[in-house]
């Protein structure tokens, strides 16, 4: 049975798991890595889900404040081996409700091109593509989507 909990950017597993992340992201970002790396540092990040199955971390995901109404979805990320069971998606649910719970009314997030398999799992669960904001308005290897909360 996969089970969630919620936490911050302290916890350790959550830590290992997105060190994992970026050494994938440095290598499908090439050329543009260290542009998107600096969006991606998790200190002082609140609101982290990690996702276990039989005490093992098999994913996670987190919540910051892009504005009053708005929280930007980062740090998603399941290892290769274990994608295909529903584990982003659970991870992906329990970050919207927290993000209700917060009070936002709408999620957005960005990612990349080269990144199909997390296109696929954000149009599953609900999130529309939008317009590029913020520091990737004008990077084309960004797809940027957002979902509204609803109570």
Not at 69 to 79: C, G, I, L, N, S
Request: proline share 3%; aromatic share 10%; glycine share 6%.
């Amino acid at each position: 049975m996969i089970t969630c909990i919620r936490t911050d950017s302290e916890n350790q597993d959550f830590k290992d798991l997105v060190a994992e992340l970026d050494a994938d992201l440095k290598i499908r970002d090439g050329d543009d890595h260290p542009f998107y790396d600096q969006f991606n540092k998790i200190h002082m990040i609140k609101y982290a889900v990690v996702a276990y199955e039989n005490q093992k971390a098999i994913g996670c995901g987190a919540i910051k404040t892009y504005n009053a109404d708005t929280a930007e979805v980062k740090r998603m990320y399941v290892p290769p081996h274990l994608r295909g069971k529903g584990i982003a998606s659970i991870v992906l649910v329990e970050l919207e409700t927290w993000a209700k719970e917060l009070n936002y009314k709408r999620c957005i997030l960005e990612t990349g091109k080269k990144q199909p398999e997390a296109i696929r799992l954000y149009e599953k669960n609900g999130y529309q593509s939008i317009p590029n904001f913020g520091q990737y308005e004008n990077m084309d290897n960004s797809v940027c989507f957002e979902k509204k909360l609803t109570a």
